[in-house]
């Protein structure tokens, strides 16, 4: 039996000059969501720890001296916060700009409306400017790895690791520019400890890690996710009930993901509630 907790105590937070009252150790993001606020995310994970890696969140938090990563800064009872500014705006397009100069982000969900709101400008660098550009690992038949697409939000490694999947399959190669994603070790895939439940292709934000469905498809493209529809369903492979959202385009499942409020999942799954869906 699970002993019932006190609720939590309820503070007020501007946001933008709004009156929100939100539970005592909310983020600033949860209060922006809370007041209606859209706040641009890359790094964040509804399901992980915030790493406050990717930086396009920032706002601006009267009396502080520098920029507050939302996703990870608590509120506080009183706190003002510009989500808006002049400074908030100005960093979030040069975060865009650094991004979208060295990395492909043509499959990072609205990455393309975000640097058209910003006014972001990622060829003012030149062409010189470093990127990541490198061919895809395509060395299995269950998902792709394209790190010409990672941002070094590290989501991948966490799912792998402490946070959900304790694998530890995944790290972190490298100093400087020349830091990538890796399995241990630099192993071959298949050498390495990977489990291939895809956890990690269900938390990455810009398509880094994909379905090689998904993947192949782009490379034909076939893939229309105008097109697509989604179906949750229980997975019918064991007893634990996990629950199964399935993508399918022209009557064929593309993808599957898990509802990531699901109490059972919570977003991950296994190889077979994940990629097992040949059978259909």
């Known amino acids: 039996m699970i002993p019932l907790q006190p609720p939590r105590r309820l503070i007020d937070v501007e946001i933008d000059g709004e009156a929100v009252r939100v539970p005592e150790g909310s983020t600033i993001l949860d209060a922006c969501s809370a007041a209606g606020k859209d706040i641009p995310t890359l790094c964040y994970g509804d399901t992980l720890t915030p790493k406050n890696a990717c930086r396009v969140c920032v706002v601006e938090v009267e009396g502080a001296r520098t920029l507050a990563p939302a996703c990870s800064r608590k509120a506080e009872a009183g706190m003002k916060v510009g989500t808006d500014t002049e400074r908030a705006r100005q960093s979030r397009k040069?975060?865009?700009?650094?991004?979208?100069?060295s990395v492909d982000m043509s499959t990072t969900p609205r990455a393309a409306e975000w640097v058209e709101?910003?006014?972001?400008?990622?060829?003012?660098?030149?062409?010189d400017a470093a990127t990541v550009e490198q061919p895809a690992k395509v060395d299995n038949d269950l998902y792709v790895r394209d790190y010409s697409k990672?941002?070094?939000?590290?989501?991948?490694?966490?799912?792998?690791?402490?946070?959900?999947?304790?694998?530890?399959?995944?790290?972190?190669?490298?100093?400087?520019?020349?830091?990538?994603?890796s399995t241990e070790f630099d192993a071959p895939l298949t050498d390495s400890a990977c489990v291939y439940c895809g956890?990690?292709?269900?938390?990455?934000?810009?398509?880094?890690?994909?379905?090689?469905?998904?993947?192949?498809?782009?490379?034909?493209g076939t893939w229309d996710e105008s097109k697509q529809s989604e179906t949750t369903t229980i997975c019918s492979y064991c007893g634990v009930g996990c629950n199964l959202t399935l993508h399918v385009q022209d009557n064929k499942i593309v993808k599957v993901?898990?509802?990531?409020?699901?109490?059972?999942?919570?977003?991950?799954?296994?190889v077979k509630g994940r990629f097992g869906y040949g059978y259909v």
């Not at 991948?156 to 995944?170: K, L």
């Not at 956890?199 to 034909?220: H, I, Q, W, Y």
């Open 150 to 181: 990672c941002i070094m939000c590290y989501k991948c490694v966490d799912a792998c690791g402490d946070q959900w999947q304790n694998t530890f399959a995944i790290g972190v190669a490298g100093r400087g520019f020349d830091t990538t994603i």
């Open 199 to 220: 956890n990690c292709v269900e938390v990455c934000p810009t398509g880094a890690l994909s379905f090689k469905t998904e993947f192949d498809m782009r490379a034909e």
């Open 117 to 127: 709101e910003y006014g972001a400008d990622p060829t003012r660098f030149g062409d």
């Open 257 to 270: 993901t898990s509802p990531h409020d699901n109490p059972v999942t919570k977003g991950n799954l296994c």
């Open 94 to 101: 040069v975060v865009l700009e650094l991004l979208g100069s």
